[in-house]
């Protein structure tokens, strides 16, 4: 069955260092997203990706994050200077159409530890 | 801003029971309601999808959508230990596509052999 894949799973980083989250979306998929989940708190939507530009994003998505689709596969999540608070788990997920009835299947996070 | 609510829980079942688990939306135009299932440390796994008023069965998991209430609940049937998850509701928000999910807080549920 397709699925949503991340790499890596657990990424320990110091405090002001970049990192870049990977993600395959399903290959049928059109629409990509980016959400996170704090230890304990909700899952939170950070961004969608469509047609290769951002569709919408949240308060969260600051200057500091960005997203690419740097080839036909891959989908990424760039955080330039980590803080502590972005320590949390990614969620990386796809959908093959955008609108109120998509159903978006999730990759099996990446666990960002900011130290 | 849309917003989802759930009873946190743990919700505790004997195996073999009916699981109920409830979530109410603020959003009366919200028009479809997702189920995701997430264990401990793990991804959402989506296991519901409902649009329409009434009842959705697949399996052992039955999906009711009350819009005049504003409430969607999942029933588990025959509860199993492997149930033991947080559930989580979510909602279509945010503006033109829909393009984002909003999720509730989840509610733990703890199905005792």
């Known amino acids: 069955e397709p699925e949503v894949t991340q790499t890596p799973s657990h990424q320990v980083t110091q405090m002001g260092q970049e990192v870049i989250l990977r993600c395959v979306p399903i290959s049928n998929h059109l629409y990509f997203y980016w959400y996170r989940q704090i230890l304990g708190q909700k899952v939170e939507f950070l961004v969608s990706?469509?047609?290769?530009?951002?569709?919408?994003k949240s308060e969260i998505f600051d200057d500091q994050f960005s997203v690419e689709r740097p080839d036909g596969s891959n989908f990424t999540l760039k955080i330039r200077s980590t803080k502590l608070e972005d320590s949390a788990m990614y969620f990386c997920?796809?959908?093959?159409?955008?609108?109120?009835?998509?159903?978006?299947?999730f990759g099996q996070g990446t666990r960002l530890t900011v130290v | 801003q849309k917003e989802v609510e759930q009873n946190s829980g743990p919700l505790s079942v004997p195996e073999g029971a009916i699981a109920s688990l409830n979530c109410t939306y603020s959003?009366?135009?919200?028009?479809?309601f997702f189920w995701y299932r997430q264990y401990s440390g793990k991804s959402p796994e989506l296991i519901m999808s409902i649009y329409s008023n009434g009842d959705k069965e697949d399996g052992r998991f039955t999906a009711q959508l009350n819009k005049a209430s504003q409430y969607v609940s999942l029933l588990i049937r025959d509860s199993q230990p492997s149930d033991s998850a947080t559930y989580l509701c979510a909602v279509p928000g945010g503006a033109g596509g829909y393009n984002k999910l909003i999720f509730g807080a989840g509610t733990r549920l703890a199905v005792h052999p």
């Open positions: 997920a796809s959908s093959e159409y955008g609108g109120p009835n998509t159903e978006a299947f």
């Open positions: 990706f469509y047609n290769n530009e951002i569709s919408e």
């Open positions: 959003d009366r135009g919200s028009q479809s």
